[in-house]
């Protein structure tokens, strides 16, 4: 027995043994299992540590680095989802890339979705291991269970690369014409993402991808009309071929979202075919009058409006089914009919052939909807449809609106945008939209303030019979009862003359203040108190001084306008006035704000210059002043100043003022006793009365001051005695404290409504539309520059450029031949340049050269070089120049170029290729090539460096330059020396913005500045090279003007020989076309 025992042992032990040692083992295995943490257990995790989420997850990061090296695949599969939960918060999982792809290989389908699900959200275009996953898919493809393949299909449309495009193509065209639905529809949606990588691949997938628009199952029908609605957005005019089909599928589907699908796609191919919407009015009237699904019925309605004709009878049913959407008791459905009507009011036919009564009112109850969304499309639509005749209603509603909201900025800005619109067309009663401008102004939070003290100053100016009412308003606003802020005030009369004012925005103080001391003549007559109290509002210490520096000076200047044309409109209160000027100015002298006490300063000159008999026996005012208008200074007048010696511009023209310390002392009534409780506030606020001025006592003082006092507590009768009999009896007899004053803009509006009802009803202004010019007598800039040269004093200043509108207009004359054949011609324009965007547009047009042949012409376009893109290209590369038949003249076709290629200042030649389609009498078609040469001027990559004159000479005698100069003589018939002499600025002006310079003149000189494009890159395109940092290309002009011809020498100067002859041929070539056309 115990023999057989021990061998038996040795030799592995009974059974029993055998299975108690397999149950061990797999207990540990299950507890090695266990202990692993989950994806769950992970998220709970997370969860619990709250605060120390970061910490908890460097720690998973940690067992997670050692569980994707573990043999297990199982272990490694849910350690890749658990990185690819962690990535979606923003933890990179770049280093486990290798780790995902051994997943993503296993055959069982539960271990490798971890895989694909990570692999989606992390592989990039610069994945390297990315390319491992092509046999993957390959297999997988061929997988029995459809799920595999279709989750093989979804990884690969988030991480399809051009490469792998290239070699899974054939692949994914035979998965097709798979039998499974599933996989079909699978791919089809896939292919989208495969040919927005690889753009190559859609000609040889659209056969096969056409066929499936004839695919009996529904899903797989609808993904690929989705597929094709996603290209058609890219280029419509690839697709056009597919009509015939799609209105086949149109007209027979009963599928919703398919019909909406289809019907998108129509609104895109619509415009590119002129016959297909009579085609598509039968269908869309069916689709209006039978569906019941609101979503097709709306697209509908979209599809109808955007590519049928106004007059149309179907364009007045899809209206009115419109206007059942826009009184639907459902907001959503009224937010669609908003947009709808909003793009439907864009086009100028559709309000006169549609009018609708009730679009008005609807608008404004759709503004009180609490969904920000509507109400701003219903504000931008009222923006649209308002008309004199509802502008009044619809302003009261959006104040009221205004007043209402916490955030009131949209209404106000609709209110301003309305009224300044086309120079106040809206606006028939001036006065009343005074007022609404200073109740808006009362909002001192508003983004729109200076908008609002723009419009208040423009008005003013452009509407003389308003003036009146707008000095009176602007006075109402500014005057804040300054009689308060003398020294004899009591607390009561400061509090009760506070009550009396209102917040206004500063900047609406400001154009106040301009408006008072520019047409203080408008002021109703006698102007004596008017004049007076404006000037006591303007200089109120207390008050104006709050402001900022601005505002001040124009207060002040203002003021100083009232003295002087005192004597014409006031001569009474001359005096008073100045004495006004003369107590206050001295306050504003002793600003630390440098402007203004320079103008306080010059103020307190002018008061004292123009005195009452200052010279001799007459009187001096300041009535010459406003014989002639003043001139604007020129912007560079003030740098032509010499800085006087001794003077020091860094050096501080006050001392820094210290900030005085707090005294917080405790005053008692009885200092020795601490615990002696405050018998009075002032004692309570002790620190308040350490800070006063002790006062001298009053020799007699009124027995009901202490008792006005608002923190005087009544004694006690009984303890009380005849002074306080007298004390109150004197209580009783002083006069009831005065009401609080009115709203001051409610008192205009008493003065406005009680003047129409006098008579002024019918009031009718005249307005300035145009924009406001010097007069007649005074010399232009050129004038007066070309005189101060005559004397030797000439100063310089910046040239004016014209303005974008006009230098693209003249930008779209200059037009040059740029291919040229015995069929076709190609005309080639750079239009415009957008800086900020690093984009150039260039416009393009082609026609025929031999007009009545028998050969035909079609389908011409155009293919850039190689590092060139534009955003216009189809998915083969080109531009089409001309779709279909070309039988005369083409369209202008604009293509948008990207800049960044483009580093170096020189002319530019781009060897691109035109292509078409050639049918000779009795012969086949054959695709035609031609070289083109698109010819970018040296100045197209240039931008204005704005510089002083002083700043271009410090930087031409540090840089060591190259030179190119040439002088051209352009004739001028019939034109003098002199006409030529005052048309020279605006010449070189527009030649200086079309070619992208800043440009300073000096009497006929002009120095025109310009910057390369920013150094540090690199491009494509052979001689491309930037030049170094911090380079400039000076041009200068000189302009010598004769009698019938205009001689101009140009000379550049740039680091690079080669930049100054190219700038110079175009700049002069720029003078000659201006000059001669």
Request: glycine share 6%; with cysteine.
């Amino acid at each position: 027995g115990p023999r057989q025992v021990s061998g038996g042992q040795a030799n592995g032990g009974t059974p029993a043994r055998r299975y108690t040692l397999t149950l061990c083992i797999w207990h540990l295995t299950i507890a090695a299992m266990v202990f692993e943490k989950s994806l769950t257990a992970m998220v709970k995790g997370i969860r619990a540590n709250r605060g120390k989420e970061n910490e908890y997850i460097q720690t998973c990061i940690q067992e997670i680095q050692k569980e994707v090296t573990s043999k297990n695949l199982s272990t490694k599969s849910m350690a890749v989802l658990k990185l690819a939960y962690l990535s979606m918060m923003g933890y990179d999982m770049s280093w486990a890339t290798f780790s995902v792809v051994e997943v993503m290989s296993h055959n069982r389908f539960g271990i490798k979705r971890p895989g694909y699900l990570a692999s989606a959200m992390c592989f990039t275009d610069t994945t390297d291991v990315g390319l491992l996953t092509i046999n993957l898919f390959k297999k997988d493809f061929g997988s029995k269970s459809q799920y595999e393949s279709g989750m093989a299909i979804s990884c690969l449309s988030s991480i399809c690369t051009p490469q792998i495009s290239r070699d899974i193509l054939t692949d994914l065209l035979a998965m097709l014409s798979s039998s499974r639905a599933y996989l079909r529809k699978k791919t089809v949606l896939c292919l989208f993402r495969v040919f927005v990588k690889d753009p190559p691949a859609l000609k040889t997938c659209f056969p096969k991808l056409k066929e499936r628009l004839g695919d009996e199952d529904q899903g797989v029908l609808t993904a690929s009309v989705n597929t094709f609605l996603e290209l058609a957005r890219k280029n419509a005019r690839n697709y056009l071929s597919l009509v015939p089909q799609l209105y086949h599928i149109l007209v027979n589907t009963t599928n919703n979202w398919l019909s909406i699908k289809l019907l998108k796609i129509f609104q895109l191919l619509c415009p590119l075919e002129p016959r297909l919407p009579a085609k598509l009015a039968e269908p869309l009237t069916n689709l209006l009058n039978t569906t019941k699904a609101q979503s097709v019925e709306f697209e509908a309605i979209r599809c109808t409006l955007r590519t049928m004709p106004e007059g149309t009878a179907i364009a007045a049913l899809a209206v009115e089914k419109l206007q059942t959407f826009l009184n639907s008791s459902d907001r959503n459905l009224r937010y669609l009919a908003l947009e709808m009507y909003k793009e439907a009011l864009e086009k100028p036919a559709f309000k006169e052939r549609f009018p609708i009564p009730d679009l008005h009112s609807k608008v404004l109850q759709c503004i009180e909807e609490s969904d920000p969304t509507a109400r701003r499309i219903a504000l931008q639509l009222l923006d649209t449809i308002v008309s004199p005749a509802t502008f009044v209603d619809a302003v009261k509603k959006l104040m009221d609106f205004s007043k209402k909201a916490l955030i009131n900025d949209e209404f106000v800005g609709t209110i301003l945008r309305m009224g300044a619109r086309d120079r106040y067309a809206l606006v028939e009663d001036f006065a009343w939209y005074l007022l609404v401008l200073a109740d808006i102004s009362r909002s001192v939070d508003s983004l729109y303030a200076s908008e609002v003290a723009e419009q208040f100053t423009d008005i003013s100016v452009r509407v003389a019979g308003v003036r009146p009412y707008a000095v009176t308003l602007a006075l109402s606003l500014l005057d804040r009862d300054t009689t308060v802020t003398t020294t004899s005030g009591t607390d009561e009369d400061e509090a009760h003359g506070q009550a009396g004012s209102m917040d206004v925005v500063p900047a609406m103080l400001g154009a106040c203040a301009w408006v008072i001391g520019e047409y203080h003549e408008a002021f109703e007559s006698p102007a004596d108190a008017c004049l007076i109290k404006a000037a006591k509002a303007l200089l109120a210490p207390k008050h104006t001084q709050t402001l900022e520096p601005a505002i001040q000076t124009q207060c002040i200047w203002a003021a100083v306008k009232l003295f002087l044309g005192a004597p014409r409109v006031a001569p009474a209160a001359v005096s008073e006035l100045r004495a006004q000027l003369t107590a206050q100015l001295p306050g504003f002298a002793a600003s630390t704000h440098v402007d203004v006490s320079e103008r306080a300063a010059l103020a307190l000159h002018l008061t004292n210059f123009f005195r009452e008999g200052g010279l001799a026996d007459s009187s001096v005012d300041g009535t010459s002043l406003f014989e002639e208008p003043l001139l604007p200074v020129a912007p560079g007048a003030q740098k032509a100043v010499p800085v006087p010696d001794g003077l020091d511009l860094d050096e501080p023209f006050f001392p820094e003022e210290q900030v005085p310390q707090a005294v917080f002392a405790p005053v008692r009534m009885d200092p020795t006793d601490p615990y002696a409780l405050a018998a009075t506030y002032k004692d309570d606020l002790g620190f308040l009365a350490a800070q006063e001025v002790p006062v001298a006592p009053s020799p007699a003082r009124a027995s009901g001051t202490e008792q006005s006092s608002m923190f005087y507590l009544g004694r006690n009768n009984s303890d009380g005695d005849a002074g306080d009999g007298a004390a109150q009896a004197g209580q009783q007899a002083a006069p009831a404290a005065p009401a609080a004053p009115l709203d001051p803009l409610e008192q205009m509006r008493e003065r406005l409504a009680a003047a129409r009802a006098a008579g002024g009803a019918s009031t009718k202004y005249e307005v300035l539309r145009d924009d406001v010019r010097a007069p007649a007598g005074a010399p232009t800039p050129a004038a007066a520059s070309g005189s101060a040269a005559s004397k030797g004093a000439a100063s310089s200043a910046a040239l004016p450029i014209p303005p974008e509108k006009e230098l693209s207009e003249l930008q779209g004359r200059l037009w040059a031949v740029c291919y040229s054949d015995a069929h076709v011609r190609v005309y080639f324009c750079v239009r415009a340049k957008n800086a900020k965007k690093q984009q150039l547009r260039i416009e393009l047009r082609c026609e025929r050269v031999d007009v009545g042949s028998n050969a035909s012409v079609a389908n011409v376009a155009l293919k850039l070089p190689a590092g060139v893109t534009a955003q216009e290209v189809d998915a083969s590369g080109l531009v089409s120049l001309a779709a279909g038949s070309l039988t005369e003249r083409s369209a202008k076709v604009r293509a948008t170029l990207g800049l960044a290629p483009f580093l170096a200042p020189l002319t530019c030649s781009l060897a691109a290729e035109v292509q078409y389609s050639l049918v000779l009498a009795d012969s086949a078609e054959e695709r035609i090539a031609g070289a083109v040469e698109l010819r970018l001027p040296a100045t197209t990559f240039l931008a204005p460096a704005v510089m002083s004159e002083d700043d271009v000479a410090t930087y031409m005698s540090s840089a060591s330059l190259e030179k190119t100069a040439q002088a051209i003589s352009l004739p001028a018939p019939g034109k003098s020396a002199a006409e030529l002499a005052q048309e020279l600025p605006g010449i070189v002006g527009r030649c200086a913005g079309l070619c992208h310079f800043y440009g300073i003149q000096s009497g006929q000189k002009f120095v025109m500045i310009a910057r390369p494009p920013a150094a540090g890159q690199t491009s494509p395109l052979e001689g491309q090279v930037a030049l170094p940092e911090g380079a400039l290309i000076v041009s200068m002009c000189h302009g010598m003007p004769k009698d019938g011809s205009l001689e101009i020498r140009v000379t550049v100067k740039a680091c690079h020989q080669g930049v100054t002859a190219d700038v110079t041929v175009q700049l002069t070539s720029v003078f000659r076309e201006l000059l001669e056309g």
